[in-house]
């Protein structure tokens, strides 16, 4: 009778196991559906910013040297050349703290801004 005890008690401790094993799959399995959706549309994203650039160089005769020193101006605004674009901080109107650019509201008041910016 006590090894049957200790059997059932063994025999939970795997379910337990495979249960956790089972669960970090499903967690792995959605991790790699969302990273797949990240660049189905990072590559479409590509395509469109070439096809921008393509039909900037043919009608206003725009150069690789004029967009790669633009992209390091506004690489710059932020102080740091580090690939990335930061959004600039805004002031509130109503209680002039500043306004987060990822949040798109005064985190003090309250206020909406409805004037968020297309690239942030």
Request: charged share 30%.
């Amino acid at each position: 009778m006590l090894w049957d005890l200790y059997q059932q008690y063994r025999i939970g401790q795997l379910d337990r196991k495979l249960d956790r094993v089972q669960d970090a799959s499903n967690q792995d399995s959605v991790a790699r559906d969302a990273l797949a959706r990240l660049e189905e549309k990072l590559d479409r994203l590509a395509l469109i910013n070439r096809a921008m650039f393509e039909l900037l160089r043919e009608s206003a005769g725009m150069s690789e040297e004029r967009l790669s020193a633009k992209v390091l101006e506004i690489d710059l605004r932020d102080g740091q050349a580090d690939g990335k674009a930061a959004p600039e901080p805004k002031r509130c109107p109503k209680c002039e703290a500043m306004i987060s650019p990822r949040f798109g509201r005064c985190l003090f008041c309250g206020y909406q801004d409805t004037a968020v910016a297309s690239f942030t």
